[in-house]
């Protein structure tokens, strides 16, 4: 009898353990998700800001699992499951299963004020991306548009809430963007009098890394025009701005960095989780009771040795999918699992060209060094040979003529005709 293997997610944890387990006459694989393709999110904010097109970091499941042949891909949603009964419970019916490997990701969190999203959008999907790309192209159309010096202003004027690496990759890269490719474009204004706060409640930004990197991010953020406001905590986000405290920053454009919170699945599972909604594993990345369902990536809580618990990283998510998916084939030889033992690869934050700092253990550098060890390995850990090539000549073209990608304003509205639709035109007379 072949052992049924759920997968929940098509990102690194889901894909990789999907790779362990293929093409095993003893395995058979089905992988839900509720998108088609698999994501790599390190280069979603270059998506965001019109540095890569969305074909350009993501790619059909089916494409990448065409060569196994024990693999099932279904789009779906996964709504609950049913521990005892052995069944994931999805909007297209039971799917039952002798392993399950939950690895559904995270999403934003909003600290109790997810009406906050409305008007500061966060990062973690295309659709996002897409949405923050129409919001700071549209931010500079009315600035171009506008004779009114104070909504010129408030226009050129962008708040990344969260100083992370998110934070600092969006704020360096619109520093970046308008002062060496939209000054190029807009006749009415000057893009280098754009103002970029980021706003940090801790007393640094990037604090996973060392003091002295972190401070050199800071002063290369800044000669980028970026201000960054640290011990700072938001109290209050609108349609005009942000309330810091007292202080208020009047801006048209709001982007959400500041957290994230695991997806729902564990929380209505009715199992342990942390603060954050990820669910507590033992040392095999199973679940308390449960070993034959497994979690990993964002969605799990692993705890190590000094008590800290791992990031959510795309390294670790990967090397928690390679271990889930060896700990069943351990299971299928009638051998004793090996507890997840994580190699710490380092860290890597990327502030704009010429600019990053990596953190490899004892090992820290910074400067042209660091931003061309970013670039390879990200190019490296792509998908496929085709998105290596194709970002490489996207990156090297920007890299040589300071240009960026298409800068295209793609509204949600795309039918012509609905009910009680209204034109921009309606009031103007012919």
């Not at 790779?19 to 839900?32: C, G, M, P, Q």
């Not at 690496?165 to 360096?172: D, H, I, Q």
């Not at 204004?189 to 060392?210: C, M, N, Q, Y």
């Not at 060896?326 to 997840?340: E, N, S």
Request: hydrophobic share 40%; net charge positive; with cysteine.
């Amino acid at each position: 009898m072949k052992k049924k293997v759920v997968i929940v997610g098509g990102g690194f944890t889901g894909l990789n353990a999907a790779r362990i387990l293929s093409n095993r006459k003893d395995v058979e694989i089905t992988l839900i998700d509720r998108k088609n393709y698999h994501l790599f999110q390190p280069l979603l904010y270059q998506v965001a800001m019109a540095a890569l097109g969305e074909g350009d970091i993501a790619t059909p499941l089916r494409n990448m699992l065409a060569g196994q042949d024990n693999v099932t891909v279904f789009k779906g949603a996964v709504c609950n499951v049913d521990l005892d009964a052995r069944k994931v419970k999805t909007d297209f019916g039971d799917v039952e299963y002798d392993y399950l490997i939950l690895a559904c990701g995270a999403q934003h969190h909003y600290f109790g004020n997810n009406q906050w999203e409305e008007f500061a959008p966060g990062l973690k999907n295309l659709a996002q991306a897409s949405e923050i790309r129409r919001r700071v192209m549209e931010a500079y159309e009315a600035a171009e548009r506008t004779n009114d010096p104070k909504e010129r202003k408030k226009q050129l004027t962008f708040v990344i809430v969260g100083g992370g690496p998110t934070g600092v990759e969006l704020a360096g890269s619109i520093g970046e963007m308008s002062r060496f490719t939209l000054s190029k474009f807009y006749r009415h204004i000057d893009p280098k009098l754009t103002r970029i706060f980021i706003v940090e409640a801790a007393e640094r930004i990037l604090g996973t890394f060392s003091p002295e990197l972190s401070s050199k991010a800071t002063r290369e953020l800044e000669k980028l025009g970026v201000q960054v406001w640290t011990s700072s905590m938001v109290s209050d986000v609108d349609g005009d701005g942000v309330q810091i405290g007292r202080e208020r920053i009047e801006a048209a454009t709001v982007l959400w960095a500041a957290g994230v919170k695991a997806a729902e699945i564990g929380q209505n599972m009715g199992v342990e989780t942390d603060r954050s909604g990820r669910v507590m594993v033992e040392s095999d990345l199973s679940l308390p009771g449960h070993p034959e369902v497994f979690v990993g990536g964002d969605q799990a809580c692993f705890t190590l040795d000094n008590g800290s618990t791992l990031p959510g990283m795309a390294p670790v998510a990967m090397q928690e999918g390679n271990a889930i998916g060896r700990a069943i084939v351990d299971d299928l030889k009638g051998k004793p699992r090996k507890p997840f033992k994580y190699r710490d690869k380092g860290q890597m934050a990327t502030i704009g060209r010429n600019r990053a700092i990596v953190e490899i253990g004892n090992l820290k550098f910074s400067g042209t060094l660091a931003w061309f060890t970013w670039l390879l390995v990200h190019i490296y850990y792509l998908s496929t040979f085709k998105h290596r090539v194709f970002v490489l000549m996207q990156w090297g073209w920007s890299y040589f003529t300071f240009g960026h990608g298409a800068r295209l304003i793609v509204n949600k509205d795309w039918r012509f005709y609905r009910e009680q639709k209204s034109s921009p035109c309606d009031d103007k007379n012919a």
